[in-house]
């Protein structure tokens, strides 16, 4: 059940619908980049070396060469590693050195950057830029059948954030990825084949794995022109396709909504905004939808067990603000089809709904591991159960709202305290534009709760107005005891705060914007 077959069969049952777009230009339909993507993998096998299972990194912006590239490694029986182009040079050379690359695809400027430092990756045979004419050259001489792959071979290794320690490369297999393709069509939402995605969030994450679903329905994939998110690029494309959707990081979202172009875009030929990858703030959602209509569906997931764990589809979104259901709204829906969601205490064991613990995940779309992380693997998936690091909750209706991760929990004075209801809170005072929330250890409470927060543009607020906002929102014993003001908040290549970062702010106690009095 090798994946790639999705584009072999794309290229034969619609080889004629237009497949892949840079910006507003259609460059080829279902036929070619089937083909392209059988010439790709014959290079791979025959030219430069490559065997069943040997894996090829692919550390490009998004560019429309990643799809035949991807789909090229599949067809060949090898294992892609898209890594995030963001990330730094030492950080590519460690995952390139973990995951064993023999070859990779690279964009012009990463190309060259990662030349110098190829001699540190022994098993690395060749970096190739795909805007080369070696690169163009592969496509020339044979082309080969699709490789026949087990469920349970690797597809993909998807080196997770590492907001802390090691980035750890989760091994999703090609039986893991076909089950993430089906979820989406029963959890998420419908595609047909006149649709079109845009690959505005990285196709080394979560826009990537929705190539497939698109590939699935014949849809047309456009990569912005940027190679990344810039709303106006954004409003342009919808503008020009139909039956317009993309993922989007919950930032990416409010960035839409607070962007000028936004006043005049014409966005009627939007379709599906799918957000998830972090927190959504209530108040940012709700803005977004009074903008755009109901057009969002959300997806919870984890490198572990992508973009599958639980989702939220239009219907149910419509549904909870017809009937004012800000508790709905703010959950991440309910577990997806082909999974088994279960929230457990330390021990393992399943708690009621209303009660508070961490989510585990078990089924067909969860990793098979950690590539060559043993340990890490036995921990992560003890018991059979994928142990997210999420804490959240059931309600009797089966809907799941997340409280936060594990390690982010605040005990203060025995009770737990959880930052996003905090952050909620502060980012519905109009004077808040971003709010990050932590423990620091205080002798009396054991640990006292520290907002970190970034005033809007203009906005004038104090420690005491935002105490009277606290006091006003939630119980006072889960106010932050101090605020620190700053003008931008950590985050890592992929927009999520870093709190470790913040944490050690605290301790240097540099770099803070002192609070107004
Ligand atoms: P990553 O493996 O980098 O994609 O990060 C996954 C983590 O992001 C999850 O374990 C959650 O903590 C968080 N996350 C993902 N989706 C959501 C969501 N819809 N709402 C809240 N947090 C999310």
Known sequence: MNVANLLVRAARSH???????????????YATLGARASRLAWALRERLGCRPGDRVAIIMKNSPAYLETLFGIWHAGLVAVP??????????????????????????KLASALRGDTGKVPSLASVIDTESDTYA?????GAMALTPA?????AWLFYTSGTTGSPKGAILTHRNLAMMTSGYFSDVDTIDGDDAIIHAAPMSHGSGMYILPHVAAGALQVIPE???????????????????????????????????????ADTSNLKTVVYGGGPMYLEDLKEAIARFGNKFAQIYGQGESPMTITAMNKAIHAEAIRSGDDERLASVGIPQTFVEVCIADDSGNALPPGEVGEVLVRGDIVMKGYWEAPEATARTMAGG???TGDVGCFDEQGFLTLKDRTKDVIISGGTNIYPREIEETLLSHEGVAEVSVIGRPDREWGEAVVAFVVPAAGASITPASLDTHCLECIARFKRPREYRFLEELPKNAYG???????????ESNTGIVPPQQ
């Open 15 to 29: 080889g004629s619908r237009p497949a892949v777009a840079l910006g507003e230009s259609v460059l080829s339909d």
């Open 83 to 108: 890594v995030n182009a963001k990330l730094a040079l030492p950080e590519f050379t460690y995952i390139l050195e973990h995951s064993g690359a023999k070859v990779c695809f690279a964009t012009p």
């Open 137 to 141: 050259e592969l496509f020339g001489a």
């Open 150 to 154: 087990a469920p349970d071979d690797p």
């Open 226 to 264: 940027s190679g990344g998110f810039d709303p106006e690029e954004i409003f342009a494309v919808i503008e020009r396709f139909q039956g317009v959707s993309f993922f989007a990081a919950p930032t990416m979202v409010r960035r839409l909504t607070d962007s000028a172009a936004n006043a005049n």
């Open 385 to 387: 159960w994928l142990h």
């Open 496 to 506: 999520k705060v870093l709190k470790t970062a913040l944490r050690d702010e605290l």
